[in-house]
């Protein structure tokens, strides 16, 4: 049973609790045991033998499960709030947090959106920063001054960590290569290892797993590469990459088996010798994802990320499901451990998970669903993809060769649709009629919120969109932001850094936002709704960009009117935290 707000313009609050849409399964903030737990894009996972650590909440949060009851609960960071603090447990804050590394008593966190490495105190659950700055560059030094692109992985041994750093974008996607570096946690130094065998690749290190004698560097190419750890000498394991079947690595994990195991974009766990190079795919079938209990092949996942294993049970992120599997490395059965997916048995045409339902031409309904836009008949109907490959990257491009990462709101004018593209920090263009993607504003990789036209104007995570044919406005981290669409000009027109997370009203930048999300406009006004988790309603006038607030309802995401009332939804349900389209 799902909470929905009807707010008059005149001022008058009503409220209907009805279920509209959607499956009791899929993303959510919930703390419980087992299937009571939700999750919302777990990436990675670590664990103790005692408990498992997961970076979830899109990388706002690190979570903590204990094995052997399931019970799952925050442990540092938001569910709902991103940004950069250290501090103990919910007062700290991650942008992006991705790859999961222990030693007992620290875990290592690579917090891709802040550019950093942080630690967290296991038994405090304190965090802190131990290396990189503002800058998203790469810079070797003193551990005080280095700088990293944008860590995505983390493995230590001894005195060193190591860390898979992010490349750097262009309009046209990766521009240049990612880098291996080594943090010197005893001399307090940053390096960069320079790995002989992908001279003249453009790659990206995006997965890391050590076995004590090599360290293992999936690429986001399929190639898979081992350095010895005593010599730095590098071999090349296997290349995953076929000519029919192109391979991502989501996480790695290696025991004293002989073998290195992998989870595929594929929707598949790999097992691949070490010494050979020959790999076999153990759960799941090649591209069909689902969220299917069993054993083997029969088994479903859709986009498994990090994995962990105790030498027993193999431990993964079923990041597109939003859930924990485990898998019995002796059975080859795979269950689920915490959390509730989706089944495509359960009446979806879509075998992704929706994002955003934002904008029609009352032929169509264009929605965002796991790196894709598609497109519904209103009259009924199946799905079909508008553009994008599923695969996470920022490639422009035909629609089969385009990608995105983390798309959100759609905003139409009938001939193109406008996608905010929040992980990737741009704005999407895509043609109706041939599904042709370019990127309008914003530039892929590149993190602060910067006045300009097109790549020169930097984005902070643009999350929803509304637009008047001549202006497309965004919310965008704590601010208010508008793009011509004739030029690309990107220009902030109210709100701004808000150290003190209150809301001020004010007119244009002297207003202050906790956290923009929904935003709707009427031609005269603009309504946002600030801050999810306050669900207060704010209107800012297009003429002054004078701001004020309206009310303050609760939990809201979303907000859309009639010309009479607005209408105030959220992912939130009521008691449960379960994910469904409301009304």
């Known amino acids: 049973m799902l909470c929905c707000f009807a707010l008059d313009l005149f001022g008058q609050q009503t409220f209907e609790v009805r279920h509209f849409a959607g499956s009791p399964g899929g993303l959510g903030s919930a703390d419980g045991v087992g299937p009571a737990a939700r999750f919302r894009y777990p990436s990675d996972i670590w664990g103790d033998g005692t408990y498992l650590y997961v970076s979830d909440q899109s990388g706002y949060a690190i979570r903590r499960v204990t094995i052997a009851t399931a019970e799952v609960r925050l442990i540092a960071g938001s569910s709902s709030e991103d940004g950069y ?21 620290y875990l290592y966190i690579a917090d891709r959106g802040n550019f950093r ?29 280095a700088t990293f692109r944008g860590p995505l992985d983390v493995w230590g041994n001894d005195r060193f960590l190591y860390v898979a750093d992010d490349g750097t974008y262009g309009l ?48 986001d190419q399929g190639l898979l590469v081992a350095m010895d750890l005593a010599t730095n000498a590098f071999r090349v394991v296997t290349n995953l990459t076929t000519p029919d079947l192109s391979r991502i690595v989501g996480g790695l994990w290696s025991g004293t088996d002989g073998f290195l195991y992998a989870a595929s974009s594929t929707a598949e766990i790999l097992r691949i010798d070490k010494s050979t190079g020959k ?25 498994p990320a990090g994995i962990w294993s105790d030498g027993d049970h193999l431990y993964i992120c079923d990041y597109g499901n939003h859930v924990i599997r485990i898998a019995d490395f002796r059975t080859s059965v795979l269950t689920t451990f915490a959390g509730v997916g989706l089944r495509v048995a359960d009446g979806a045409d879509v ?21 894709r836009i598609y497109k519904i008949p209103i009259a009924g109907g199946s799905a079909s993809v508008v553009a994008g490959t599923g695969i996470t990257g920022s490639r422009d491009g035909a629609p089969d060769v385009a990608q995105f990462n983390n798309p959100q709101a759609i905003w139409g004018d009938g001939g193109y649709l406008y996608v905010s593209d929040k992980t990737n920090r741009t704005i999407r263009r895509v043609e109706i009629q041939t ?44 601010s208010i932001r508008r793009l011509t669409l004739a030029t690309g000009e990107v220009e902030t027109i109210a709100g701004g850094p808000n150290p003190t997370a ?15 999300r929904g935003i709707w406009g009427d031609g005269a006004y603009l309504y946002i709704v600030d801050s999810p988790a306050n669900g ?37 349900a009521v008691g449960s935290g379960q994910h469904a389209l409301r009304r």
């Open 117 to 145: 490495v942080r630690r967290m105190t296991i038994t405090t659950a304190e965090v802190v920063t131990i290396a990189g700055q503002t800058s998203p560059t790469a810079a070797d030094g003193p551990i005080s001054e």
């Open 85 to 105: 603090q250290d501090g103990i447990g919910a007062a700290a804050r991650f942008r992006s947090a991705r790859g999961l590394w222990g030693d007992g008593v």
């Open 351 to 371: 075998q992704d998970l929706l994002a955003g339902v934002s904008w029609s031409d009352e032929m169509y309904l264009y929605f965002s669903a796991s790196n």
């Open 172 to 219: 046209r996607g990766l521009a240049g290569p990612g880098a291996l570096r080594k943090i010197d946690l005893v001399a307090n130094t940053v390096t960069t290892i320079t790995v002989p065998v992908l001279t003249g690749r453009n790659s990206v290190p995006g997965g890391l797993w050590g076995d004590g004698r090599e360290l293992f560097i999936a690429y």
């Open 435 to 478: 599904g042709e993607v370019t990127t309008l504003a914003g530039s892929p990789g590149t993190v602060g919120q910067v006045d300009g036209v097109g790549p020169d104007a930097g984005l902070g995570g643009p999350e929803d969109l509304w637009g008047d044919g001549t202006y497309l406005y965004m919310t965008d981290v704590a």
């Open 536 to 572: 207060r309603i704010r209107r800012m006038s297009l003429d002054t960009y004078d701001v004020i607030t309206l009310a303050q309802v609760g939990y809201a995401n979303d907000v859309w009117g009639d010309g009479v009332n607005l209408y105030l939804t959220s992912r939130q």
């Open 279 to 303: 790999v076999r795919s153990i759960l799941g079938t090649a591209n069909s994802q689902d969220w299917t209990d069993g054993t083997g092949s029969q088994a479903r996942l859709r986009n």
């Open 502 to 516: 209150l809301s001020i009203d004010g007119i244009g930048l002297s207003a202050r936002f906790v956290g923009p």
